[in-house]
């Protein structure tokens, strides 16, 4: 079975950063989670929330990333993920619908309030971390839409030199009570740990590894080949 892709992007990061997008797309990504900058991104590491407030500094606001989003006409579904003070705003379900967004994410958003989100038609992922008890994790496999974002540590997001332990022993608890795909992220840095990854779940998600070289000034055919080199990796198995 292909094993799926998905690269992260902080919307509004750069000018032109839906060129990003593109260059994700033909990297071969199946799936691509657009970050909706929030000032206080508490589950993100010293990486993504430079590029939050990168994006933030530079004026951008959900509305004015999801507008220029609607002009990039990607053909790869967009993940949409930001926190609840943003997601639970009257009509922010219809603006991502708007734009394209077909998937959400709000890491911040416990299990039980998940019902007050108003996004009809956009698939709600879940998270679960090595820490979830047996009986959460199951509520979360019933209730996920599309995927279930497979926590790999305790911490927040950010580049490491190994992938934990903890991720093998979660997508497995997580295989057991779901049948959506289960894809891992927090962590996952280089094509070799991706590799890894996903010899255990159904795929990975690369946020901070990708967000880096943006942040460090290189461009869309720089970073999309990385992207690339993961999705090379994937493939191999």
Do not use: C, H
């Not at 997008?21 to 199946?30: I, M, Y």
């Not at 970050?35 to 004026?59: K, N, Y």
């Not at 891992?184 to 159904?202: H, R, Y």
């Not at 990708?210 to 290189?218: C, F, H, I, P, W």
């Amino acid at each position: 079975m292909t094993k799926l892709l998905m690269p992260y992007l902080t919307g509004g990061v750069a000018p032109g950063w839906t060129a990003y997008l593109r260059a994700f797309e033909d990297a071969g990504a199946d799936q691509i989670e657009l970050g909706l900058p929030f000032s206080d991104p508490t589950v993100d590491g010293p990486t993504i929330q430079e590029a939050s407030d990168a994006a933030l500094t530079r004026g951008a606001t959900p509305a004015s990333i999801l507008d220029d989003l609607a002009q990039a006409r990607t053909s790869v579904p967009i993940i949409a993920s930001t926190y609840a003070n943003l997601a639970l705003r009257k009509g922010f379900g219809e603006a991502l619908t708007a734009a394209g967004v077909t998937g959400l994410i709000v890491p911040d958003l416990p299990l039980d309030e998940v019902d007050q989100l108003q996004v009809p038609g956009i698939a709600v992922s879940l998270l679960a971390s090595p820490a979830t008890p047996d009986d959460r994790l199951a509520e979360i496999g019933r209730r996920s839409q599309g995927f279930v974002y497979a926590v790999s540590i305790m911490g927040t997001t950010g580049e490491r030199d190994r992938l934990a332990p903890s991720a093998a022993t979660l997508a497995a608890r997580l295989k057991q009570v779901t049948d959506l795909p289960v894809l891992i992220g927090f962590g996952i840095s280089s094509p070799a740990q991706a590799a890894e990854a996903a010899s255990v779940a159904d795929g990975v998600i690369v946020g901070a590894a990708v967000m880096r070289r943006v942040l460090d000034g290189a461009g869309p055919t720089e970073v999309g080949a990385f992207v690339g080199s993961l999705r090379a990796a994937l493939d191999v198995r």
